[in-house]
């Protein structure tokens, strides 16, 4: 199974930009990219995902990197309440079902 | 809409007995995942069913079972409980086990402490 390498932490300031990176370099050329994230004390929510082509919604930007070998969540002003883990996770298929697999994450945190 | 609930939210058991864990998913998803979450390890995935079928399973011991029923609820369960086990066990939904057009909602969790 593919696996990703994300930075164990990264901190910003509130208001700012944030670019959180992601290597996948054995991602397969059917495999999705998610990003899920983490807030204290609950489960994870997911945030957005894509496969070639870079995503925008209203919580935050993918960016993927031609080769896909890599990809970059973008939030473009951070809060307070994105403090969070942020995980990249890559769909694998297995068989005719899909199962996401997590790596460690990285903490973000945010500056007033 | 009622979230994804997850029972109990903690629970500590002794080392040699079993646990039941309850995950009700949101109303109209059939498909429910769990997976063990421990600081070392990240998230692992456990099993994921659909309209009461195991449809994928990791790589964990026989001791971890699950079922699910005709009102899509889940449960799990981990008999002969080790101190290793201590985790928070997710409960994910989603409409169907196609994680590319239906993303999961997870639970907040069960919070296991075995001692």
């Known amino acids: 199974d593919a696996k990703t390498t994300q930075p164990n932490s990264m901190e910003s300031n509130e208001e700012e930009p944030v670019h959180l990176p992601c290597n996948h370099s054995?991602?397969?050329?059917?495999?999705?990219i998610h990003w899920y994230r983490q807030l204290p004390s609950q489960g994870p929510e997911y945030v957005i995902h894509?496969?070639?082509?870079?995503v925008n919604n209203r919580m935050a930007s993918l960016a993927i990197a031609e080769d896909r070998k890599s990809s970059t969540l973008i939030l473009h002003r951070a809060t307070l309440r994105d403090a969070a883990v942020y995980y990249c996770?890559?769909?694998?298929?297995?068989?005719?079902?899909?199962?996401?697999?997590w790596g460690l994450g990285t903490s973000l945190a945010v500056n007033p | 809409k009622a979230g994804v609930t997850q029972t109990p939210r903690y629970l500590i058991k002794t080392r040699g007995q079993q646990v039941t864990l309850s995950c009700s998913p949101i109303?109209?998803?059939?498909?429910v995942s769990w997976y063990q979450q421990t600081p070392g390890q990240g998230l692992q995935f456990l099993f994921e069913?659909?309209?009461?079928?195991?449809?994928n399973k990791g790589n964990f011991p026989g001791r971890f079972s699950g079922r699910q029923f005709s009102n899509s609820r889940s449960e799990m369960n981990v008999s002969t409980l080790e101190l290793g086990d201590s985790a928070l066990y997710l409960c994910?939904?989603?409409?169907?086990?196609?994680?590319?057009?239906?993303?999961?909602?997870f639970g907040s969790g069960t919070r296991l402490t075995v001692v």
């Open positions: 994910a939904s989603s409409l169907a086990p196609d994680v590319i057009n239906y993303g999961y909602t």
């Open positions: 109303s109209g998803h059939r498909s």
């Open positions: 069913y659909f309209s009461e079928t195991q449809r």
């Open positions: 054995t991602i397969s050329g059917t495999d999705y």
């Open positions: 894509g496969l070639t082509s870079n």
């Open positions: 996770i890559l769909s694998s298929n297995a068989g005719n079902n899909r199962k996401l697999i």
